[in-house]
């Protein structure tokens, strides 16, 4: 009886794994971080301008991205892609891989302005060529740092749910 | 010191308000009666602010409208004679909230700046909150409720849309709170100015009836209005010394 519910669970997790792989989705474009931000060390908010701004870091337009993609590498079969979307004047859809449930509240602009990485909560982006969710986003990576910096009521809970 | 004076201090401090010596802020509102024409458009506002949703006719049969804050009304008189009265009631934000006490899975506790907190993703439902709530203030999701298009375009991004089984109530617009809160960092303050937060029904109240602030700030408006001869807690009697403060309507016919 144990066996087979132990044997139920492993198989569980890894059709959990395998079918719903909700931490690392294919996009419609074979975006690289590890090219942008790791091998060309572009800045984050280079693209993501309004993480400093926001409370959402935003995704780039697609204009953003042909800001250099008119010169840059345009033979690439990835770049074609973003030249169809930029031609048919579409945004890419892209697919958040950070997303947070929608009873948090989470304003990137004061984390940035308190001097977090973007590493802290989104792991090593520069190093991955397709990212993936490997920082534990959940309540207890923010309860940690809220009470290691000392937040100012920083462990209410209405600092962050809504 | 003895055993009783250890518990009798125990007790004190279980008794103030929310455990805290001194609240950051205190926000409180107040409602002044004279000037409450019974419009109800602080509902209205209310109702699109928190996204809270409209039940329709047959779920209001039963009892279970969602309104956070509604218009009381009170018939004095006789026909030819007769007179009508409106309270709104919300939440009073109560410092000795008996709905706290109750809650199972602490989804409804006091918080540091005396806004009686609802957690909606912890809440299990079990509605002892709302039994012991003597302002019937606090409304249950019995339904998942759905927007037609295109109503949920309006949906305020910054609340959550609140699902089946989740116990809810007025938060005085947390999120306005919080946004004044985080303006004020961005300018460099410490703390928020006197009026620079209003939760909705505040803001869309066309003759001002409603007024909300911090009374730890004696130079608010809304302390100011504490201060008035006509001002009174519902229900005071219970001791749930709550942070919503009515002023009395003044009636020029009675003796």
Redesign the interface.
Known sequence: MVLVALAGMVVGYWANAAFFPGTSPQQPIDFSHKVHAGDNEIPCQYCHVQARRSVSAGVPSVNKCMGCHLEVATDRPQVRLLTNYWESGEPVPWIKVHDL???V?F?H??HV?AGIECQTCHGAVESMDVVSREAPVKMGLCLACHRENEVE?GT????C?? | MSFLDRFIDGWRRYRRPGYYEKFDYAWTMSIDLDRCTGCQACVTACQAENNTPIVGEKELAKGREMQWIRIERYWEGEYPNAKLKFIPMLCQQCDAAPCETVCPVSATYHNQDGLNAQVYNRCIGTRSCAVYCPYEVRYFNYNNHHWDSPLEQQLNPDVTVREKGVMEKCTFCVQRIRQAKDHAKDDGRRRVKDGEVQPACVQTCPSEALAFGDRNDPGSKVSQKLSDPRAYHVLDELNTLPSVVYLKKVDADAG
């Open positions: 449930p929608d009873f509240h304003t602009k004061r302005a009521h209410d809970c209405w600092t749910h809504k």
